[in-house]
């Protein structure tokens, strides 16, 4: 059973940083093309970053200078560190895997606000 456990959501004051932990289970992530998306109220979900299983990334204008995506196969985990983080930052972070079918966590909640 394949399980990807999202962790480290929270409230953030603006230009605080946050680090997403997204743990794998029942796959052989290594393999695995790995991804963060988000989705705010009222507003279609999109990608923020991508890292492909040899390791290249790509990010969403929007975050690039500002979040890091990385990925520990020996900890089949990734994670996305997020710095400089805005109120537009807000949002539900899911974690999504991919290596031919698709698989997605719950999610956790971001909130940036003063």
């Known amino acids: 059973q394949v399980q990807l456990v999202e962790s480290g959501g929270n409230l953030v004051q603006p230009g605080g940083s946050l680090k997403l932990s997204c743990a794998a289970s029942g796959i052989t992530f290594s393999t695995y093309f790995m991804a963060w998306y988000r989705q705010a109220p009222g507003k279609q979900r999109e990608r923020v970053a991508f890292i492909t299983s040899a390791g290249v990334t790509n990010y969403l204008d929007s975050v690039k200078g500002r979040f890091t995506i990385s990925r520990d196969n020996a900890k089949n985990t990734v994670y996305l560190q997020m710095n400089s983080l805005k109120p537009e930052d807000t949002a539900l972070y899911s974690c999504?895997?991919?290596?031919?079918?698709?698989?997605w966590g719950q999610g956790t909640q971001v909130t940036v606000s003063s």
């Open positions: 999504y895997a991919e290596y031919i079918i698709g698989y």
